[in-house]
């Protein structure tokens, strides 16, 4: 089955670390860029950055550039969202996606179920 | 940073047709994809390219895309089409690519 599996729920203080993973499978993981999709419950999409895994490349969207670290490993077909330090603003579902198309194309075919990160003191 | 504007709202009977625009500075120059999501769920692709439909999506739901409007139609509505609805174009140098989501209820 292709799908992308997200790991599972958090709960954290401000100023914590955490790293979030999304595994792919069922396709090559390293033949697709990944992004990540913010949700705060009750509002609309957000995106935050994509990823190659196969050129090891990044690209974030400015509302999160300095924030956030986007990365992925392709020999365990996973892809990570990672924050040094977080506040209770970052609060929100967190969605991996699989982007295909190409150039100024790209769209999102597949998503993960979505992890919920609760960053209170 | 482009800027889409979607409806808050659509409510309609079912069988009805509900047609959710997607507004944007000449979007009929850009490619747009849709999205539904229902509450609890991970977003699903309903219609890339303006208007391809990904095997599994019902006929019923269509798109199109000119001028400062594009547009996902969903014909003959059902209880089960109630989801948010959100547009998407592409862009890496942008902080939005989504419109802010429209509610579609099925009365």
């Known amino acids: 089955e292709v799908q992308l599996v997200q790991s599972g729920t958090e709960v954290k203080k401000p100023g914590e670390s955490l790293k979030i993973s999304c595994q792919g499978s069922?396709?090559?993981?390293?033949?697709?860029?990944v992004a990540w999709v913010r949700q705060v419950p009750g509002r609309g999409l957000e995106w935050m950055g994509i990823t190659s895994p196969q050129k090891s490349e990044t690209r974030y969207s400015p509302s999160f550039q300095g924030q956030v670290t986007i990365s992925a490993d392709r020999s365990i077909s996973t892809a990570y969202l990672q924050w040094s330090r977080l506040q209770a603003s970052d609060t929100a579902f967190y969605f991996c996606?699989?982007?295909?198309?190409?150039?100024?194309?790209?769209?999102?075919?597949?998503w993960g179920r979505g992890t919920l990160v609760t960053v209170s003191s | 940073s482009y800027v889409l504007t979607q409806p808050p709202s659509v409510s309609l009977a079912p069988g009805q047709t509900a047609t959710i625009t997607c507004g944007g500075d000449?979007?009929?120059?850009?490619?747009v994809h849709w999205y539904q999501q229902k509450p609890g769920q991970a977003p699903v692709l309903v219609i890339y390219?303006?208007?391809d439909r990904p095997s599994g999506v019902p006929e019923r739901f269509s798109g199109s895309n000119s001028g400062d409007t594009a547009a996902l139609t969903i014909s003959a509505v059902e209880a089960g089409d109630e989801a948010d609805y959100y547009c998407q174009v592409w862009s890496s140098d942008s902080a939005r690519i989504f419109g802010g989501g429209t509610k579609l209820t099925v009365l």
């Open positions: 996606a699989r982007s295909d198309g190409l150039g100024n194309s790209r769209y999102f075919d597949l």
């Open positions: 069922g396709y090559t993981f390293s033949n697709y860029w």
């Open positions: 390219y303006d208007s």
């Open positions: 000449d979007i009929g120059s850009k490619t």
